[in-house]
């Protein structure tokens, strides 16, 4: 009989054409900025090495380059998740009514939603440039952790929302997560000392936790470390997805 | 030995109730019928069974299982076919069944199986989107049993399908609860269709089982008429003799004997006589539309 992994590879099998052709497409638009963060990386690490005086403000630039990796791929989670709303909306009745688990159904759209753009957001960067470096440097490596986390946390959340089923609500929410809050949170960072400054701390906070790699970027002083940042959002996202799979284990219904 | 034991099963959404406290059994082996008009909680129960909706509270098992805590082994021995079945896009007819197979742990042998059954032999390479509303019935029935399921929901099979289709897709049904031997819960609001293939009956209403029981013990209690089945090598000379008995309101003559309605009242009397004479006589069915407006009645006249 199949295994629960069984039944998650048969379910994303199912999908895997079309998460080909928009990795794809991904892949396509992310090759534009790949040989600027190559040539970032590559220049930076070498003149570094020459000279560290001399070395480049390279985290910088380096992280905007990958901010616009991330940026593609978090396209790669909005489609996913609205594919989401779709299926739970119609064939997750035919799905449900196979030897399938809700859980088996719930794994799987994270794996499509949080996990997969994620990973293949961090793997496009790192393997091409690998093959040039073999050693990455430790400070990229640790803007790619900022990337990683800031991807994991934003894309929960717009999985949690996708189990509503409501499409429009993804693409609000999307919308929100991608264009709208970083910059709120980074205008409201920007004012400490003004009458804002609570408001401005807590945004701080936030920004650190939900937005690691644009907080590396941004010249406010930050409450948290952008180490204790990035921790926080992997811990959050844990957490997140746990509450996710509880209530598509008790709660979740196809009506 | 039950397949199916639902005991106070009650289900809301949000205040409104779709199930009050709905107790029922189903027998294994048996075909029965699960009757009600639109909004009477036939879909809801269906569901519940599948494990697809929590109930409130109330005990369901299925083949002594919990449908929601043991939602994967109950749907390994159960296939449905819902109301408005809904499949994945992008499929072929086959290819949709192979998946079926798969996820079940199956070869591609039970899907040649299905197919044939169904009478979707010529159609495997068919895309799924491009079947008539009577092919998708019966694929939606083709999946149901691929994996020879012990237990087969069945709700609302004959929806929107036009009186040829309707009668189609009955007969599959009732050729595939003789061939594979598998319990069937079949629902329908259209009452007297369902009396040609069940032997058992559950009426609901307003999300309340108002009765159940095999045909006949119900034709007897609501005095429905029912149909008796004469084995008989000259079945034309017989009829005519029936005919003038008490009792007997019709006789359908067909190839080796001949069926009877009979009035709910003469019933034993009828059959003793048949018997006396040497023939075999077999129970087919009772009307099911009288049985229900007789409960109908029966409960108006106690809330009344």
Same mark, same amino acid.
């Given at each position: 009989?199949?295994?629960?992994?069984?039944?998650?590879?048969?379910?994303?099998?199912?999908?895997?054409?079309?998460?080909?052709?928009?990795?794809?497409?991904?892949?396509?638009?992310?090759?534009?900025?790949?040989?600027?963060?190559?040539?970032?990386?590559?220049?930076?690490?070498?003149?570094?090495?020459?000279?560290?005086?001399?070395?480049?403000?390279?985290?910088?630039?380096?992280?905007?380059?990958?901010?616009?990796?991330?940026?593609?791929?978090?396209?790669?989670?909005?489609?996913?998740?609205?594919?989401?709303?779709?299926?739970?909306?119609?064939?997750?009745?035919?799905?449900?009514?196979?030897?399938?688990?809700?859980?088996?159904?719930?794994?799987?759209?994270?794996?499509?939603?949080?996990?997969?753009?994620?990973?293949?957001?961090?793997?496009?960067?790192?393997?091409?440039?690998?093959?040039?470096?073999?050693?990455?440097?430790?400070?990229?490596?640790?803007?790619?952790?900022?990337?990683?986390?800031?991807?994991?946390?934003?894309?929960?959340?717009?999985?949690?929302?996708?189990?509503?089923?409501?499409?429009?609500?993804?693409?609000?929410?999307?919308?929100?997560?991608?264009?709208?809050?970083?910059?709120?949170?980074?205008?409201?960072?920007?004012?400490?000392?003004?009458?804002?400054?609570?408001?401005?701390?807590?945004?701080?906070?936030?920004?650190?936790?939900?937005?690691?790699?644009?907080?590396?970027?941004?010249?406010?002083?930050?409450?948290?470390?952008?180490?204790?940042?990035?921790?926080?959002?992997?811990?959050?996202?844990?957490?997140?997805?746990?509450?996710?799979?509880?209530?598509?284990?008790?709660?979740?219904?196809?009506? | 030995?039950?397949?199916?034991?639902?005991?106070?099963?009650?289900?809301?959404?949000?205040?409104?109730?779709?199930?009050?406290?709905?107790?029922?059994?189903?027998?294994?082996?048996?075909?029965?019928?699960?009757?009600?008009?639109?909004?009477?909680?036939?879909?809801?129960?269906?569901?519940?069974?599948?494990?697809?909706?929590?109930?409130?509270?109330?005990?369901?098992?299925?083949?002594?299982?919990?449908?929601?805590?043991?939602?994967?082994?109950?749907?390994?021995?159960?296939?449905?076919?819902?109301?408005?079945?809904?499949?994945?896009?992008?499929?072929?007819?086959?290819?949709?069944?192979?998946?079926?197979?798969?996820?079940?742990?199956?070869?591609?042998?039970?899907?040649?199986?299905?197919?044939?059954?169904?009478?979707?032999?010529?159609?495997?390479?068919?895309?799924?989107?491009?079947?008539?509303?009577?092919?998708?019935?019966?694929?939606?029935?083709?999946?149901?049993?691929?994996?020879?399921?012990?237990?087969?929901?069945?709700?609302?099979?004959?929806?929107?399908?036009?009186?040829?289709?309707?009668?189609?897709?009955?007969?599959?049904?009732?050729?595939?609860?003789?061939?594979?031997?598998?319990?069937?819960?079949?629902?329908?609001?259209?009452?007297?269709?369902?009396?040609?293939?069940?032997?058992?009956?559950?009426?609901?209403?307003?999300?309340?089982?108002?009765?159940?029981?095999?045909?006949?013990?119900?034709? +007897?209690?609501?005095?429905?008429?029912?149909? @008796?089945? #004469? *084995?008989? %090598?000259?079945? /034309?000379?017989?009829?005519?003799? !029936? =005919?003038?008995?008490?009792?007997?309101?019709?006789? +359908?003559?067909?190839?080796?004997?001949?069926? @009877?309605? #009979? *009035?709910? %009242?003469?019933? /034993?009397?009828?059959?003793?006589? !048949? =018997?006396?004479?040497?023939?075999?006589?077999?129970?087919?069915?009772?009307?099911?539309?009288?049985?229900?407006?007789?409960?109908?009645?029966?409960?108006?006249?106690?809330?009344?």
């Amino acid at each position: 009989m199949p295994t629960s992994a069984d039944r998650i590879v048969l379910y994303i099998g199912r999908r895997l054409r079309w998460l080909t052709y928009s990795y794809l497409i991904v892949l396509f638009i992310a090759s534009f900025t790949s040989p600027h963060l190559l040539m970032r990386v590559l220049v930076s690490s070498n003149v570094r090495t020459i000279s560290p005086i001399l070395a480049p403000p390279s985290s910088y630039t380096t992280a905007q380059h990958l901010l616009m990796f991330g940026f593609i791929f978090a396209l790669m989670s909005v489609v996913s998740a609205i594919s989401m709303t779709n299926d739970l909306r119609s064939s997750a009745l035919f799905h449900l009514s196979q030897p399938m688990s809700r859980v088996d159904i719930a794994i799987s759209w994270m794996i499509l939603i949080s996990w997969a753009p994620s990973i293949l957001c961090v793997l496009s960067v790192v393997v091409p440039l690998m093959c040039y470096m073999p050693h990455l440097p430790g400070p990229f490596l640790k803007d790619l952790l900022l990337l990683f986390s800031q991807m994991l946390i934003t894309s929960s959340i717009v999985l949690v929302i996708s189990a509503t089923r409501r499409t429009w609500l993804v693409l609000a929410t999307s919308l929100l997560l991608v264009f709208f809050l970083p910059f709120l949170l980074e205008l409201l960072a920007s004012f400490p000392f003004t009458s804002l400054g609570y408001l401005s701390e807590l945004a701080s906070t936030a920004l650190t936790v939900l937005y690691p790699m644009i907080a590396s970027m941004t010249p406010s002083n930050l409450p948290l470390s952008l180490e204790t940042g990035s921790q926080s959002a992997l811990v959050l996202a844990a957490a997140i997805q746990a509450l996710y799979l509880i209530y598509f284990k008790l709660r979740f219904e196809v009506g | 030995m039950e397949a199916i034991s639902v005991e106070e099963l009650t289900k809301k959404f949000g205040r409104v109730y779709a199930l009050r406290g709905a107790t029922f059994h189903v027998e294994r082996g048996s075909v029965t019928a699960l009757l009600g008009p639109n909004g009477a909680g036939k879909t809801t129960t269906i569901k519940v069974l599948l494990g697809l909706l929590r109930p409130n509270s109330g005990r369901v098992r299925v083949l002594g299982m919990d449908p929601w805590r043991e939602e994967v082994e109950v749907r390994r021995s159960i296939g449905v076919l819902h109301e408005r079945p809904v499949y994945p896009g992008g499929f072929r007819v086959r290819d949709l069944l192979e998946y079926v197979a798969r996820i079940r742990g199956l070869n591609a042998d039970s899907v040649d199986r299905a197919l044939r059954l169904t009478g979707l032999g010529n159609h495997g390479d068919a895309r799924v989107s491009s079947l008539s509303r009577g092919y998708l019935q019966r694929l939606g029935i083709a999946a149901a049993i691929v994996g020879d399921p012990e237990v087969l929901l069945l709700d609302e099979p004959t929806a929107n399908l036009d009186p040829a289709a309707r009668m189609e897709i009955l007969d599959l049904v009732s050729l595939l609860s003789r061939e594979l031997d598998v319990t069937v819960l079949v629902s329908s609001h259209i009452i007297p269709e369902l009396e040609r293939i069940c032997d058992h009956a559950i009426l609901i209403s307003e999300g309340r089982v108002v009765e159940q029981g095999n045909l006949r013990e119900l034709a +007897e209690r609501y005095r429905s008429s029912v149909i @008796l089945e #004469v *084995k008989v %090598d000259e079945p /034309r000379g017989l009829a005519s003799r !029936l =005919m003038s008995m008490d009792g007997v309101i019709g006789v +359908e003559i067909l190839e080796g004997g001949l069926f @009877l309605k #009979v *009035k709910s %009242d003469r019933i /034993r009397e009828v059959e003793e006589d !048949l =018997m006396s004479s040497g023939l075999s006589v077999t129970f087919r069915t009772s009307s099911l539309q009288d049985i229900y407006t007789n409960v109908v009645a029966r409960d108006a006249n106690i809330s009344g």
